[in-house]
């Protein structure tokens, strides 16, 4: 097996994640956050649509944690994602957090937008 190590160029990988937080790039940020290769920024949660929705020029596919369990996002926020002309993956927030990871390292044009996990 061959290994080599993973490169971020100027993308901020996640680094952990608690109850409540997420380090990023050796940052605590606390609360829900939308992080891409170029900006880390608060997210309202599923009602904020909007700030998803301005990520099209820059993403193809949005990663959504939903926390320490998968849950259904609401349609509406599916939709609207959508209609901007990217993917959704909903996935628990721990699974998310290691796929953005994974597809950043490798270049791709990705964003997670992520509730924290709650003890």
């Not at 596919?61 to 002309?85: F, N, W």
């Not at 990217?86 to 953005?100: D, F, I």
């Amino acid at each position: 097996m061959n290994l080599s190590e993973v490169t971020f160029d100027a993308a901020r990988p996640f680094d952990g994640y608690g109850p409540g937080f997420f380090r990023v790039g050796g940052e605590v940020v606390e609360g829900a956050l939308i992080l891409h290769a170029t900006a880390l920024t608060p997210w309202g949660g599923y009602r904020d649509a909007t700030a998803l929705v301005a990520l099209s020029d820059k993403v193809d596919v949005v990663l959504v944690g939903t926390g320490a369990e998968i849950a259904h996002v609401p349609g509406d926020l599916r939709v609207a994602v959508e209609e901007a002309g990217m993917g959704l993956e909903v996935m628990n927030t721990p699974a998310a957090c290691r796929t953005y990871n994974v597809l950043v390292g490798e270049g791709r044009r990705v964003a997670a937008a992520v509730l924290p996990v709650e003890p």
